[in-house]
């Protein structure tokens, strides 16, 4: 049995509304907030890293993708600029090695792309 907040009349703890002034009773009482529960720490974020990680593996990326110039040289530069960006993160060493990778593919793109472009000036590319 529970009573109207309202009225103080008795009902049973099923019943929808007062039967002697009509207020409706909203079913269960309000969960109890926990006070004072374990609030989990947000995950420590390493500030920066991100960027260096992203280097590297477009640095590889890059290496894969020599071959294809139009696709390895924007690769290794968008893969240099976020290596320079984090060269002062806590993954410093690894923003450099994605800065070396994306140097190397940028070279390796920029050679076959010349030669191509030689070769296929010179008309010897299907030769
Ligand atoms: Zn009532």
Not at 19 to 31: I, K, S
Not at 68 to 74: A, H
Request: aromatic fraction near 4%.
């Amino acid at each position: 049995m529970r009573n109207c907040p309202s009225c103080g009349r008795e009902h049973a703890d099923s019943a929808a509304f007062c039967a002697g002034c009509g207020t409706r009773f909203d079913g269960a009482a309000p969960a109890p907030v926990p006070s004072g529960g374990y609030v989990a720490p947000p995950p420590a974020s390493p500030s920066g890293g991100g960027k260096a990680l992203a280097s590297l593996i477009i640095g590889i990326a890059s290496l894969l993708a020599w071959c294809l110039p139009c696709v390895g040289i924007p690769l290794s530069i968008t893969g240099l600029v976020l290596g320079i960006l984090d060269l002062k993160s806590p993954k410093r060493g690894m923003a450099i090695a994605g800065i070396a990778l994306c140097s190397l593919g940028l070279l390796v793109s920029l050679v076959n792309a010349a030669l191509g472009a030689y070769m296929g000036a010179t008309g010897q590319l299907f030769k």
